[in-house]
């Protein structure tokens, strides 16, 4: 479920009124999570379902990948909620990583899981997606449902249309994503995608192959330091080790 104003936002024209009072209200948001984000990186973002339990192979599987892509050195990002993405969190937790959140807040399933350093809390959907890639070298797809996918190929997009640099996309879970790797094969037949756009990410079922990608493509193309910015004082700025923002 939206939050009111977007619903507000998304039925057409308004006053202009109105319509400036929400443009202000996303510039604070934007800011907001800027401020509280700001000395987190440098972060991998992983995404995936809220839906599975621990009890779940992806959930376990990205327990996983949380905790090996923290031993890296990055900061583990996700969507902050349940599911799939407090496994990720949780596998960095464990191993005294870093692990952050850029929570949605809804009406049911999506309150900040228990393993993170830090969060925000943001009401619009669009807000968190520039979040989520805005601070990460590499993005991982769990499985997941719309919301994912959606958060998938916005990344596959923004890259492709060179928005954001060339980083890496790592899909994981072959079986689950099989389809959708076929529908990129029907794509790029009619001509709807360039013929190096399937070159765009890689779905694999092997962490040692997603790590080395990320050491190769991620920590070798940028050059990547454990050093990270420090914060000013006089803009009463932390860093990244308090919970809420």
């Not at 790797?181 to 794509?187: G, I, K, P, T």
Request: net charge positive; charged share 25%; with cysteine.
């Amino acid at each position: 479920m939206s939050h009111p104003s977007e619903i507000k936002f998304l039925e057409g024209p308004q006053s202009r009124w109105r319509e400036f009072k929400f443009a202000w209200k996303v510039l604070f948001e934007f800011l907001r999570g800027y401020r509280g984000l700001a000395f987190v990186g440098p972060c991998v973002t992983i995404f995936g379902s809220a839906r599975f339990n621990e009890d779940h192979e992806y959930y376990k599987l990205t327990e996983k990948v949380g905790a090996e892509v923290a031993k890296m050195g990055f900061t583990v990002m996700t969507g902050g909620g349940p599911g799939l993405m407090e496994a990720a969190n949780k596998g960095a937790k464990q191993v005294g990583g870093r692990s952050v959140g850029c929570n949605i807040v809804l009406p049911h399933e999506q309150d900040p899981n228990p393993y993170l350093d830090k969060w925000v809390n943001i009401r619009y959907f669009f807000v968190r997606k520039t979040l989520l890639i805005k601070y990460s070298y590499a993005f991982i797809c769990m499985p997941g449902g719309f919301g994912t996918l959606d958060e998938l190929f916005e990344s596959i997009t923004l890259i492709q249309t060179k928005k954001i640099k060339n980083f890496p996309v790592i899909v994981f879970c072959k079986e689950f994503h099989r389809e959708i790797e076929a529908h990129v094969r029907l794509m790029k037949e009619n001509g709807t995608i360039s013929p190096e756009d399937d070159q765009l990410f890689v779905i694999t079922d092997d962490i040692d192959e997603a790590l080395r990608i990320l050491k190769e493509n991620s920590i070798g193309r940028f050059n990547l330091q454990e050093e990270r910015p420090k914060p000013f004082a006089w803009l009463f700025e932390k860093n990244g080790k308090s919970k809420r923002a």
